[in-house]
């Protein structure tokens, strides 16, 4: 089992955009050497063969409206949801990943994912100048349960 966190907004994954001069080009590839960068410590001597079991946490940062104003402008209103239910797209946050961990990095292939959990979250940190979004990701070797 392998667990980090991965800092900052969580980003979705881009679709490949043709360029000017003919082909394609990744707009998210900014975003994965960043991801790649922060989880290089913990990648394995060598990465998973068998089957692959991913779990993450999207913790989204809570826009100013979730907040009262003046003085308690550091208390949460009661109706401020908990769950992240507006853009960027939860699978298109998932791709990301997984496309971060595959590729000989942490799994052979990123098709070894047979068992996926994910959650997009407000992060619920009491300030909003001190939020922390972040991405909490757990890869475990699937064991079969009968």
């Not at 853009?87 to 994912?113: A, E, H, M, W, Y």
């Not at 997009?120 to 909490?136: A, G, I």
């Amino acid at each position: 089992m392998i667990s980090f966190t991965i800092t900052g907004k969580p980003k979705a994954l881009k679709r490949h955009r043709p360029s000017a001069r003919g082909g394609y080009y990744d707009p998210s590839s900014k975003d994965k050497k960043d991801i790649i960068l922060q989880i290089a410590k913990y990648k394995p001597k060598t990465p998973f063969a068998g089957d692959i079991t991913l779990h993450l946490t999207f913790y989204m940062p809570r826009p100013k409206s979730h907040y009262r104003t003046g003085k308690r402008s550091h208390v949460r209103k009661a109706k401020a949801p908990v769950f992240h239910s507006v853009k960027p797209d939860l699978d298109n946050l998932v791709k990301l990943i997984s496309d971060c961990i595959g590729n000989r990095t942490f799994i052979v292939d990123d098709s070894q994912i047979c068992a996926l959990s994910a959650i997009k979250v407000y992060s619920d940190d009491l300030d909003w100048n001190n939020d922390h979004p972040r991405t909490e990701v757990i890869i475990k070797e699937f064991i079969e349960e009968i």
